[in-house]
């Protein structure tokens, strides 16, 4: 989507479906929300950037829409009958790029464009290049900002720079300083100016922000800008897949909750400050599952080559120790109540059970494997402790991807009868298909594995669906003796499968989705 420079047209690319080949491009008059017109692109389905000028002087809007192997003009009268018409390009001498990704016009309707190659070209009014740069950047050009008074021009690529363009001077380009961003942010993706603030959103999902003295001239920013430490950080995110989210129920580091992600990012959030609180990076590693023993100061995770990963929290340098643990993936990992063992859920079809005398000093003594629990039927997709022994030691309860409950001695690798687990009190309620949860498949298909949490007082249950829906009730989550469902409340939180639920707060609830890398945060009443 791209408002007009005046804001009152709003101009929007989209499909009826992710399969849709084509797209269709909406004018819409942005005060009323009236549709003004539309037309079908002829174009591939990868569309990169829209940007949206309106001309007082022909009373038209310019729009640009570029993507892969296209690079598209078309006008629109703002008067009815708002016919689309398409305005062919004149590249001139200028090659063609596999990607076009970034454009935006200027306040006088001059029109920037950044493409896959670091070229960024310079378009009149009449829809051809009359400048360019083939070095804009190393790599993709992924924004372009113009100053409101157009004397000075601001390019993010690929290559992790800011670069700052004097525009003084007609259809001239003169570089006059470069920022270059912190590596652990990636790069630029796009950028807002307000007032004397830059702000920065980065590839690795981060919002950076970039003080402009206001004594600073219009196409130069002051020498600081040169290093890294010149940004403040606002927000940070995850970049790729979260696989992994639970809760500090110590409040360690001032945060609330922590998570982990393919992108070998572990990061603690204030729920309260809904900000970053610590960050650790594990390189060439990518976490699926994660687990802290607060009191250690320990973040234990499973890993997608089926290893166990032990990290100290701590400033500075965090001391890591790797041990393998399967062949297969890692889905769940959780310490027992006294924290003197760890168990592992993996994609073989087994549960591993480590002991440590102390995590405290694993980098010393690493944990040792104390129990393998073997003999079910598929994948081992979650996992939970009891609260209390049971003939001296703890009980685990595994459920595997096809809907098989398990009960295990954690000592001895005995099974114990599902009829004797009913007076069990348990640490966590991960694993959905017992008694205490059975009034969810009243709202759920039988054949769904529900991800589910329980409030830190046992007295809500919370659900997230295959289909994104979050469900929230009380707790026992039970069917009545006149088979009438347990009344639940439901809210619409992802287009995808929701991956973990969790509550940080007795009410505030966290969760993550397998379709994107958002973070929600929702306030329980």
């Known amino acids: 989507m791209s408002f007009s420079n005046e804001k009152n047209f709003l101009v929007s690319v989209s499909s009826e479906s992710r399969e849709e080949a084509y797209k269709r491009l909406c004018v819409w008059e942005s005060t009323s929300g009236t549709l003004l017109s539309s037309a079908q692109l002829d174009n591939p389905s990868i569309i990169c950037t829209l940007s949206v000028y309106l001309s ?22 703002t008067s009815a009958p708002y016919n689309i018409e398409q305005d062919p390009p004149n590249f001139g001498k200028e090659e063609r790029a596999g990607f076009y990704i970034s454009s935006t016009f200027d306040s006088s309707g001059l029109l920037y464009t950044g493409d896959s190659d670091g070229k960024l070209l310079l378009w009149d009014s009449e829809r051809a290049v009359c400048a360019s740069i083939n070095k804009c950047h190393e790599g993709a050009v992924f924004c372009i900002l113009v100053s409101e008074d157009s004397s000075f021009m601001l390019t993010g690529g690929r290559d992790g720079t800011v670069n700052t ?47 402009i003295p206001s004594s600073a001239t219009a196409a130069t920013l002051n020498s600081q800008a040169k290093t890294p430490t010149s ?16 809760n500090l129920r110590n409040a360690l580091l001032g945060a609330h909750f922590l998570t982990a992600g393919y992108d070998g990012m572990v990061l603690f959030f204030n729920c309260e400050l809904k900000r970053l609180v610590w960050k650790h990076l594990l390189v060439n590693t990518a976490p699926t599952c994660v687990d802290i023993h607060e009191d250690a100061c320990t973040i234990a995770m ?55 005398s102390d995590f405290r000093k694993f980098d010393e003594t690493p944990p040792e494997e104390l129990a393998r629990l073997q003999g079910t039927s598929g994948p081992i997709s979650f996992l939970d402790w009891s609260e209390q022994l049971r003939q001296g030691n703890y009980i685990i309860r595994t459920l595997t991807a096809g809907g ?35 009034g969810l498949f009243d709202h759920v298909n039988n054949t769904q594995h529900p991800v589910t949490n329980v409030s830190r007082l046992n007295s809500i249950l919370a659900a997230g669906t295959e289909n994104g829906k979050i469900l929230l009730g009380d707790y026992p989550c039970l069917t009545s003796s006149g088979n009438i469902p347990p009344q639940l409340a439901e809210e619409k939180a992802f287009n995808g499968k929701i991956s973990s639920v969790e509550f940080v707060t007795e009410n505030c609830l966290v969760a993550t989705s397998t379709e994107d890398q958002c973070i929600q945060q929702w306030r329980v009443l």
């Open 56 to 77: 007082s002087v022909s009373h038209s809007l310019w729009i640009c829409t570029g993507g892969k192997d296209f690079l598209s003009f078309h006008t629109v009268q």
């Open 302 to 356: 499973g890993t997608k080559d089926g290893s166990l990963i032990l990290v100290k929290v701590k400033d500075g340098t965090s001391p890591e120790v790797k041990v393998k643990v399967a062949k297969a993936k890692i889905n769940c990992i959780k310490f027992s109540k006294d924290y003197s063992c760890l168990a592992l859920g993996s994609q073989d079809g087994n549960t591993y059970v480590f002991r440590s």
């Open 404 to 438: 098989t409950l398990k009960h295990w001695n954690a000592g001895t690798c005995e099974q114990w009868a599902d009829s004797e687990m009913r007076s069990v009190d348990w640490l966590t309620t991960k694993c959905m298909f017992e008694y205490s949860t059975s």
């Open 165 to 211: 363009w004097d525009l003084s001077q007609q259809n001239y380009f003169q570089k006059t300083n470069s920022i270059t961003m912190p590596e652990k942010h990636g790069a630029c993706r796009t950028m807002a100016l307000s007032m004397n603030k830059l702000f920065v959103g980065s590839t690795a999902n981060s919002i950076l922000s970039f003080f």
């Open 231 to 246: 940004f403040t950080t606002l927000t940070q995110g995850h970049y790729e897949q979260i696989r992994g989210v639970t």
